[in-house]
């Protein structure tokens, strides 16, 4: 009976305790809650100041801009068009003899420069915050290579200019400036960041919208919504007449060819129209807040839909099991097509190959070097890249000068001497994890390899670290074999790292 009663007597107790205990976690949510709503409260006030004054800084800024537009501008003769330097390249490629015992030449080199990582690369932030949409708020729809794309413009109001007046232009710019056009600048802003799109890209992008929404008839507005936009995003841009034409002037921190220029305080401005050739041009020469000069380098390959080219085989003869089937997207092709040419071999290596590529070929060579040891895997990816492709020079191939994107590289039925240099720097440093430099000779480019155990062959040492030489195309030579012919030619040396 007494441990009845003290069990009975524990049961009230437990029920009392529970209650207690169930009654203070029922306050503590209740003054979490409070908290929270209350930080939220203060987190909402504070962004819709921190909104507000950006808002206001903008109008600000968009206001002087258009002021300083409707002055005169200056006057700047242009510089003609760089022509894409020739670098002649045999008809054939070489093909290596045996040797009796293997080359160790250490090869000389001048300099040596580096390329900087993505994460080093500042990237203009998206400026504005994110407008408020109507559920039924106009929108433009476009095609970017196949990508069907949507931005808040409205197609039937849109503003023109009287001509090209510089009164003109500052009008139109303070129409952009209002806040109907701060969704579509929002818009352009996330789809590059959605489709992944480099500078290069992103400019495409807002000149494509801008050209269709327009359309040829009024190509003045075109350009100055493109400056409205380009500028709101970030980039450094100027705006220029000519024979009653406006054009684009873009810096770029790659030197690029066949465009013309203008040079405002040592920077060059590449003229975006290239049929404005030999001519004087009126320049609005107005720095706006926060710009900075684009770059041509692909950090990330455009996210654009796919549209499959025909498929292609691609065999190494001495290792046959070395075999890729591969099937380029012709969007991606199309747009590389409209990229400008450059010297700066370390931009198409830097580029890699889309997602799409990767998945047909990574795995394929992943499955044949498994079980190699490091040397003899990139033994086999050269091999595969000095045999499986066919060789032209560029000027056989296109009648100019024109490095290819490794996807290029498959899906054109020829490639040369820096294309297979870039494609095999894509491969090691995909596949091994090991990091590559490229010898740029006056009529040749190759690769080398910093291997993680010594390798004996021709080498250089670049920062007290050992290159051993790999060579696309010297058909059939082994790693750590250099041509005779370039083993006294000091080579400038691009780091790629990884």
């Known amino acids: 009976m007494c441990r009845l009663r003290a069990i009975f007597i524990l049961l009230l107790t437990s029920i009392s305790i529970s209650t207690a205990v169930a009654q203070k976690i029922d306050d503590f949510s209740k003054e979490f809650e409070n908290l929270r709503n209350s930080v939220n409260k203060e987190f909402t006030d504070f962004k819709k100041s921190s909104d507000e004054e950006l808002a206001n800084f903008r109008k600000q800024i968009n206001a002087e801009f258009a002021e300083f537009m409707g002055r005169p501008w200056d006057e700047f003769s242009s510089s003609p068009a760089l022509p894409v330097p020739l670098s002649p390249e045999p008809p054939e490629l070489p093909v290596a003899k045996p040797l009796d015992k293997p080359s160790v030449a250490r090869l000389p080199f001048k300099e040596a420069r580096k390329v900087t990582p993505p994460a080093e690369r500042p990237r203009p932030p998206i400026p504005i915050p994110a407008p408020l949409v109507e559920p039924d708020a106009p929108a433009f729809s476009f095609s970017f290579y196949g990508t069907k794309c949507t931005v808040g413009l409205n197609p039937k109001n849109k503003p023109f200019m009287s001509d090209i007046s510089e009164q003109s232009a500052a009008e139109l710019w303070t129409v952009f400036s209002a806040q109907d056009y701060e969704r579509f600048v929002f818009d352009c802003m996330k789809l590059r960041e959605n489709m992944h799109l480099c500078d290069w890209a992103y400019y495409l992008l807002v000149k494509t919208v801008s050209e269709e929404y327009y359309g040829s008839e009024h190509a003045g507005e075109s350009i100055l919504l ?41 920077t060059k401005y590449y003229v975006m129209d290239k049929s404005l050739r030999g001519s004087k041009f009126n320049v609005f020469n107005r720095e706006y807040s926060g710009e900075r000069v684009p770059s041509l380098q692909i950090d990330e390959i455009p996210l654009l839909k796919i549209a499959e080219a025909p498929s292609k085989t691609f065999v190494s003869q001495r290792y046959p099991e070395a075999k890729v089937m591969v099937a380029a997207n012709r969007n991606l092709i199309d747009f ?57 020079t560029d000027d056989q191939q296109f009648g100019y000068e024109r490095p290819l994107f490794a996807d290029e590289t498959f899906f054109y039925p020829y490639c040369d001497c820096e294309d297979r240099s870039i494609l095999f720097a894509i491969l090691v440093r995909e596949l091994l994890g090991l990091d590559v430099v490229m010898l740029h000779y006056p009529k040749h480019i190759a690769t080398a390899v910093c291997f993680r155990k010594d390798f004996a062959g021709d080498y250089l040492t670049v920062e007290n670290r050992k290159f051993t030489i790999c060579d696309p195309s010297f058909i059939g030579a082994s790693i750590g074999r250099a041509m005779e012919k370039y083993k006294q030619t000091e080579a400038s040396v691009i780091f790629l790292g990884m």
């Open 226 to 266: 493109q400056l409205y936009v380009l500028t709101q995003s970030g980039y450094k841009v100027r705006i220029a007449s000519a024979n009653d034409k406006l054009t684009l002037l873009i810096p770029f921190s790659n030197a690029i060819y066949q465009h013309s220029y203008v040079t405002i305080k040592g």
């Open 336 to 392: 590389y097509n409209s990229y400008p040419i450059s010297s700066d071999w370390s931009m198409y290596a830097r580029a890699s190959m889309s997602k799409q590529m990767k998945n047909s070929v990574l795995p394929a060579l992943r499955k044949h070097i498994a079980d190699k040891s490091e040397t003899e895997a990139a033994d086999i990816l050269l091999n595969f890249v000095q045999t499986a492709f066919n060789y032209q």
